[in-house]
């Protein structure tokens, strides 16, 4: 009966760590009010508020805005690869955390981000869908060449362009980054070991 006990609880935890470690992402930079600054330079400005960002208008292609987040971030820890000097960084498990209720037609953008001397580290692209509740948006690591070599240790600023045009409305909350699978799964299994050592040892 015990023997049973314990293997339940094994494969119960390692359900949850499974679940819950693929399913949470990780807020990294956030357009809440005082968190993020646009710059009024921008060919338009979101609405902000303590939720995030928000653009209720009708976009045209190579309509963008612009600006810093609070602080200089380090996100070197979060998966990247080097393409060597000069080409910057790529990263596959990077996305946008956003709301879309309305739009003319799924709507590609592209985000870049820079650190505090400007220089671009990455450009990203992804296609916009209707979703209701907050949701993590992948985004996908466009080509590197040319770039000014900035650094994913000092990430600073922003950009958000839409390639695409049409009446859309979205609210985007957070760069989030998800962990990577092997290393969630890892985790999960390591829990799930004490716990079982831990039953052992009690019965």
Not at 148 to 163: C, L, P, Q, T, Y
């Amino acid at each position: 009966m015990k023997i049973q006990k314990i293997k339940l609880v094994v494969a119960s935890t390692i359900l949850m760590m499974v679940a819950s470690t693929h399913a949470a992402n990780l807020d990294i930079g956030l357009f809440t009010t005082g968190q993020f600054t646009v710059d009024i330079a921008s060919s338009y400005v979101p609405t902000q508020s303590v939720s995030g960002l928000t653009s209720n208008l009708t976009v045209q292609a190579g309509d963008i805005f612009y600006g810093d987040f609070a602080a200089p971030a380090n996100w070197s820890s979060y998966s990247w690869t080097s393409l060597g000097a000069g080409n910057g960084y790529t990263n596959t498990n990077l996305g946008l955390v956003m709301t879309v209720t309305s739009q003319a037609a799924p709507t590609p953008f592209t985000v870049t981000l820079f650190d505090s001397t400007f220089a671009a580290i990455q450009s990203f692209t992804a296609t916009t869908s209707v979703f209701s509740t907050p949701t993590f948006v992948a985004l996908t690591p466009t080509s590197a060449s040319g770039f000014n070599g900035g650094s994913i240790a000092d990430v600073k600023s922003f950009a958000f362009s839409w390639d695409g045009s049409g009446a859309i409305n979205t609210t985007l909350y957070s760069v989030a980054y998800i962990p990577e699978p092997s290393s969630a799964s890892l985790l999960a299994l390591g829990m799930a070991g004490l716990v079982a050592l831990r039953a052992r040892r009690k019965s």
